[in-house]
């Protein structure tokens, strides 16, 4: 824009000019993102694996479903304790502790003493029904065991916790443990609240996701937009029309009233007075022209002191003048008529002053 920072009217022109542009380009990039998100929830839903490789033991394990973890959490229980080193360092892997007690070493160990099964889910494996958490706001880890099955859940329980409490845990001997509850049934409304809040996190990601997507949409547009006047074969927002730094460019386009923009064009010609040439491609629009000449002569009329001509070349080449005016009708002017006015006006030592409408 004339080797200057785009001012606020040259971006409400720019928008103005563009954006049923920019809406279309954000229209289509959110069908596409909803077809994308639409088959991915297809896709999901017709997956018909039935195992999947544990992250704990690295072993394949029969793959469980929503409803079937809904139902082994029922009635879970659970215990609590704490572990520090000699050192008084938390013990807090909860992840570590789980792949201990689903060792081949442990879990015979446990299973030794009860059953490790659950009569709800019975493709549910050791790995489904324990589980190890840590509770940063008291350094307490809990166990968890959900079978389905309240009396299982709690005998379950009552080995491993008897198991803690005696050091029998490996990598739990060179350390004090203090044991926090005993098992009971867990909280259902904090698990609810837990789920709810896993639910909400989702959501708001979900949420975050299309915001973006409609961010990054409307940028494109945008950036489109301005690829697309860049590369447009008219005279448009984007267009330089400053050829030398002698070159007077009136933007009268930023004049939102047309009869102001009419005045401005009429005094950006007649001033300052003197033999002036006008050149427009294609004929002015009627409320400009018709204030500019009341009558019209032929270029080689040297009686009159405004010639208007659609190119330089039909100028006699014995006629000098005092300015000459360019006007450019923004989207309708093509720059290489611009462009061909301009080489041929290297022959003129007159002043060239632009006018943008």
């Known amino acids: ?10 971006l409400k022109s720019f928008f103005k000019d563009n954006l049923r542009f920019i809406i279309t380009i954000f229209v289509t990039m959110m069908i596409i993102y909803g077809l994308a998100v639409s088959y991915a929830i297809y896709s999901d ?23 079937d973890y809904t139902k082994l959490n029922k009635k879970a229980v659970s215990f609590r304790f704490y572990v520090e080193n000699e050192q008084g360092a938390v013990y807090s892997n909860a992840r570590l502790l789980k792949s201990i007690l689903l060792s081949e070493e442990v879990l015979a160990q446990l299973e030794s003493k009860v059953a490790i099964i659950s009569p709800v889910v019975t493709k549910a494996t050791p790995e489904d029904m324990l589980n190890v958490k840590f509770d940063s706001t008291t350094n307490a880890l809990v166990i968890e065991v959900g079978t389905g099955d309240y009396n299982n859940n709690l005998d379950i329980a009552q080995v491993i916790f008897e198991d803690v409490k005696a050091g029998n845990i490996p990598s739990f001997e ?30 708001t990601n979900y949420t975050l ?3 973006i997507v409609a961010i990054v949409s409307v940028l494109a547009g945008v950036f489109a937009s301005v690829i697309r006047l860049i590369f447009k074969k008219e005279v448009s927002d984007v267009f330089n029309a400053s050829f030398s730094e002698k070159d007077l ?21 007649n001033h300052p007075q003197g ?6 491609e294609i004929s002015l629009p ?45 989207n309708t002017t093509t720059k290489e008529w611009y462009k061909s006015q301009r080489i041929q006006l290297a022959n003129y030592r007159s002043d060239i002053k632009i006018i943008l409408i």
């Open 249 to 269: 460019v009136l933007d009268l386009a930023q004049i939102s009233s047309e009869k102001e923009r009419v005045a401005a064009a009429q005094q950006a010609v």
């Open 209 to 211: 996701i299309s915001v």
């Open 45 to 67: 839903s017709q997956i018909k694996e039935t195992e999947e490789i544990s992250t704990i033991t690295g072993q394949v394990k029969p793959m469980l479903t929503v409803e």
């Open 275 to 280: 033999r002036k040439c006008i050149l427009t």
């Open 1 to 10: 824009m004339n080797n200057k920072l785009p001012t606020f009217q040259d």
């Open 174 to 203: 060179t350390r004090q443990v203090v044991i926090l509850t005993k098992p009971q049934e867990v909280n259902q409304s904090a698990e609810s609240a837990m789920v709810s809040t896993k639910v909400n996190v989702s959501d």
């Open 286 to 330: 009627e409320p400009i022209s018709a204030g500019l000449l009341s009558n019209n002569k032929q270029p080689d009329d040297q009686s009159e002191n405004i010639l208007i001509t659609d190119s330089i070349s039909n100028i006699p080449s014995n006629m000098e003048f005092d300015e000459i005016v360019i006007f450019l009708l923004k």
